[in-house]
């Protein structure tokens, strides 16, 4: 089996495992960083995440916490595999000689070029889950009409494609996506590779243990989101703005509005959520690509 077939398989097998661990976190955050900021002397609609999970179990029910998750998990595969096999092909790229050991610098290039891959993926994707993550949020944002209600991803795709400026529509948000997976994923694979080197006391990490793995992944997708965050507020809250009505005029006019009206710390809405999210779901991402990857021989 070809090393581009064997990282597609555990891309694909790692990236199911992250979606199945982490979706509800996700859920959790977009309502979080989408919801409106309150006039003077009214309260947020949700006072922070565990009121937000409780508000969306009472009102949805635990099926609320997996909304939105079909579009990622009809493009997971596609996700992950592009991830790990631009990852593997980039390391190929760079070694010396085969089977030779990467530094940790070729390492974040590597990751840094597997996030520009991947971004033209998650855009589309991420602002179908994000628009039916956060419509029981936007709906309720105010006075005039109430916000589409979507019935599920093919019904958010079919309606930014007839409404919203055609295919164009899909990738809005692009910018922002960029500012996020390419710094994001060269902190994080490298932050995963230093690691496994650190437990392991040199560079050959092949004899780490399942523990290990866990270990470096989680904290590996810890500093994902602590080096991006903001970049990722920026992107849902432009996903999520109406096309007719727009608050927005783009990713710069998001961030100084942001700034200007709830401060540094209306950057880092839902980041409690995201963080609890990442340690778990990219332990268990990273665990299941390093054993499915092995098991392939």
């Not at 040199?202 to 399942?210: A, F, I, P, R």
Request: proline share 6%; hydrophobic share 40%.
């Amino acid at each position: 089996m070809g090393d581009v077939a064997k990282d597609l398989t555990a891309g694909t097998v790692g990236g199911a495992a992250q979606l199945i661990c982490g979706h509800p976190f996700d859920t959790i955050k977009v309502k979080l960083q989408s919801q409106p900021t309150p006039l003077p002397g009214q309260l947020p609609k949700y006072r922070g995440a565990i009121d937000a999970v409780k508000q969306t179990l009472a009102a949805e029910g635990p099926r609320g916490l997996y909304k939105g998750m079909g579009a990622p998990l009809a493009t997971v595969a596609a996700f992950n595999a592009v991830l790990f096999t631009v990852r593997g092909q980039m390391e190929a790229l760079l070694r010396s000689a085969p089977g030779s050991p990467l530094t940790l610098s070729q390492q974040v290039v590597c990751g840094a070029g597997a996030g520009v891959a991947v971004s033209f993926l998650a855009c589309p994707t991420e602002l179908i889950k994000c628009r039916l993550q956060a419509q029981s949020t936007v709906a309720i944002s105010g006075p005039g009409p109430v916000a589409v209600k979507y019935g599920g991803p093919m019904d958010v795709a079919k309606h930014v494609l007839r409404s919203e400026g055609g295919a164009r529509g899909l990738f809005k948000g692009l910018v922002p996506t960029f500012a996020r997976e390419v710094p994001g994923n060269a902190v994080m694979f490298g932050v995963y590779e230093a690691l496994k080197q650190y437990i392991a006391g040199g560079q050959d990490t092949s004899k780490l243990g399942q523990g290990s793995l866990v270990l470096a992944g989680g904290l590996a997708g810890a500093s994902f989101w602590v080096s991006v965050y903001p970049t990722d507020v920026v992107k849902s809250v432009l996903q999520v703005d109406d096309y007719k009505n727009p608050k927005f005029s783009g990713s710069i006019d998001a961030f100084k509005k942001i700034l200007k009206s709830e401060g540094v710390k209306g950057l880092y809405k839902g980041f409690g959520p995201a963080m609890a999210r990442s340690i778990p779901a990219n332990a268990a991402c990273f665990l299941a690509y390093e054993v499915t990857r092995s098991s392939l021989g």
